[in-house]
């Protein structure tokens, strides 16, 4: 029976607006929250909040029990995830919800990993906690959903992003970076990164616009993701901004030329080499994203150029298209956009829709 309240609603609907603080920053672990609620006798009251800690560890129960201390008796938990089961650093999250007298226990999605998966609803069950799961579960998944698809499909979970001008061009033929949307949404674009595991360019890309691809907004200069390049024959310029730029952030190279003199001197200038499977004389592009998911990678995102977005829709791997729109026009010499709001291909459905400033920005996903 479902006992859920608008309010329970309203309070996930936090929990999980709040679980997005660590996205990117979490590992291999997604970036989950929790609100514990006591009834003070004034009405339901915020006593304790947590997200997983960055780099995964303290999950989020525990920063958030650990706020509530004894206020957390008798109350109800908010988790946008089912709490975990298995011994880590620490006990398991739902065996710590028991401890702590919580009465009970509201989830959204429940946990694929093998060590929990439903196990941690039954510790919380066992221990007397009422327990409410699936609430506002796609919701919660949206922000999972790196985590989601990495455990089910062993594989990140790939964005592609593109910005479009009024007359569907991504840039300007031999011009490297030209303007197409606007300040707000590139300062939106700078978050987006932070909130990746990783960034990811085509070598046409990084050859043409040099760019540095870190996150440069005021107080998210230390949440620049890993860039990579795809660039099967390891052609990156030791004297590009990427590599003079290492300091900032890591960079990898995606390459079927490990071997070769460039690319043991872009391994000495601090990149890291991915030897990728080769397929028709290039990166093979379903293996390379099964690579980054075992380096840890969860949330991919792909920036550029019209070559590499293209490659990747062909093969199905974008699991979701962000699509900038702005009102500039290109006019000659316009690289035309490999996809655009008329053309998508079948199978994707609209998931969102902002403005920023002038500029339009459409999301999609991929139907699973
Ligand atoms: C929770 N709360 O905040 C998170 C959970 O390596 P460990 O021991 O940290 O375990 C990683 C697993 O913990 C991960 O696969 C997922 O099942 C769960 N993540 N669980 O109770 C949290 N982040
Ligand atoms: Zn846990």
Same mark, same amino acid.
């Given at each position: 029976?479902?006992?859920?309240?608008?309010?329970?609603?309203?309070?996930?609907?936090?929990?999980?607006?709040?679980?997005?603080?660590?996205?990117?920053?979490?590992?291999?672990?997604?970036?989950?929250?929790?609100?514990?609620?006591?009834?003070?006798?004034?009405?339901?009251?915020?006593?304790?909040?947590?997200?997983?800690?960055?780099?995964?560890?303290?999950?989020?129960?525990?920063?958030?029990?650990?706020?509530?201390?004894?206020?957390?008796?008798?109350?109800?938990?908010?988790?946008?995830?089912?709490?975990?089961?298995?011994?880590?650093?620490?006990?398991?999250?739902?065996?710590?919800?028991?401890?702590?007298?919580?009465?009970?226990?509201?989830?959204?999605?429940?946990?694929?990993?093998?060590?929990?998966?439903?196990?941690?609803?039954?510790?919380?069950?066992?221990?007397?906690?009422?327990?409410?799961?699936?609430?506002?579960?796609?919701?919660?998944?949206?922000?999972?959903?790196?985590?989601?698809?990495?455990?089910?499909?062993?594989?990140?979970?790939?964005? %592609?992003?593109?910005?479009?001008?009024?007359?569907?061009?991504?840039?300007?033929?031999?011009?490297?970076?030209?303007?197409?949307?606007?300040?707000?949404?590139?300062?939106?674009?700078?978050?987006?990164?932070?909130?990746?595991?990783?960034?990811?360019?085509?070598?046409?890309?990084?050859?043409?616009?040099?760019?540095?691809?870190?996150?440069?907004?005021?107080?998210?200069?230390?949440?620049?993701?890993?860039?990579?390049?795809?660039?099967?024959?390891?052609? %990156?310029?030791?004297?590009?901004?990427?590599?003079?730029?290492?300091?900032?952030?890591?960079?990898?190279?995606?390459?079927?030329?490990?071997?070769?003199?460039?690319?043991?001197?872009?391994?000495?200038?601090?990149?890291? %080499?991915?030897?990728?499977?080769?397929?028709?004389?290039?990166?093979?592009?379903?293996?390379?994203?099964?690579?980054?998911?075992?380096?840890?990678?969860?949330?991919?995102?792909?920036?550029?150029?019209?070559?590499?977005?293209?490659?990747?829709?062909?093969?199905?791997?974008?699991?979701?298209?962000?699509?900038?729109?702005?009102?500039?026009?290109?006019?000659?010499?316009?690289?035309?956009?490999?996809?655009?709001?008329?053309?998508?291909?079948?199978?994707?459905?609209?998931?969102?829709?902002?403005?920023?400033?002038?500029?339009?920005?459409?999301?999609?996903?991929?139907?699973?």
């Amino acid at each position: 029976m479902d006992t859920t309240t608008e309010l329970d609603r309203r309070f996930m609907a936090a929990c999980i607006r709040y679980s997005r603080r660590h996205l990117g920053r979490t590992g291999t672990n997604p970036s989950v929250g929790t609100l514990i609620v006591a009834d003070t006798g004034d009405g339901p009251v915020i006593v304790g909040r947590g997200v997983t800690a960055v780099g995964g560890r303290p999950h989020a129960e525990t920063i958030a029990l650990a706020e509530a201390g004894e206020r957390a008796r008798g109350a109800t938990a908010y988790v946008t995830l089912e709490p975990c089961a298995h011994h880590g650093r620490t006990p398991p999250c739902a065996e710590a919800l028991v401890a702590a007298g919580v009465a009970r226990v509201v989830a959204a999605a429940t946990d694929p990993d093998p060590r929990v998966s439903g196990n941690g609803y039954r510790i919380l069950r066992d221990g007397g906690i009422e327990v409410v799961s699936g609430v506002m579960a796609d919701e919660a998944g949206s922000v999972l959903s790196g985590y989601l698809t990495r455990s089910a499909r062993k594989r990140c979970r790939l964005t %592609l992003k593109l910005a479009v001008s009024a007359d569907g061009m991504i840039g300007r033929e031999g011009e490297g970076q030209v303007p197409i949307t606007g300040e707000v949404a590139r300062a939106q674009s700078h978050v987006m990164r932070a909130e990746h595991d990783a960034i990811l360019v085509g070598i046409g890309t990084a050859l043409a616009d040099d760019p540095q691809l870190t996150c440069r907004l005021p107080g998210l200069g230390d949440r620049s993701p890993m860039r990579i390049v795809l660039d099967s024959r390891a052609r %990156l310029p030791l004297e590009s901004r990427l590599v003079r730029s290492i300091d900032l952030a890591p960079l990898a190279i995606a390459t079927i030329a490990p071997e070769s003199g460039n690319a043991r001197h872009l391994e000495g200038a601090g990149a890291r %080499l991915i030897a990728c499977e080769e397929h028709e004389g290039r990166v093979a592009l379903p293996e390379l994203l099964e690579d980054l998911a075992a380096l840890g990678i969860t949330n991919l995102l792909v920036e550029g150029g019209a070559g590499v977005a293209r490659a990747f829709l062909d093969e199905g791997l974008a699991d979701r298209i962000l699509l900038f729109e702005s009102d500039v026009r290109i006019g000659p010499n316009g690289i035309a956009a490999p996809v655009g709001r008329a053309s998508l291909p079948a199978g994707y459905v609209p998931a969102g829709k902002w403005r920023f400033g002038a500029d339009r920005c459409f999301e999609f996903v991929q139907e699973k």
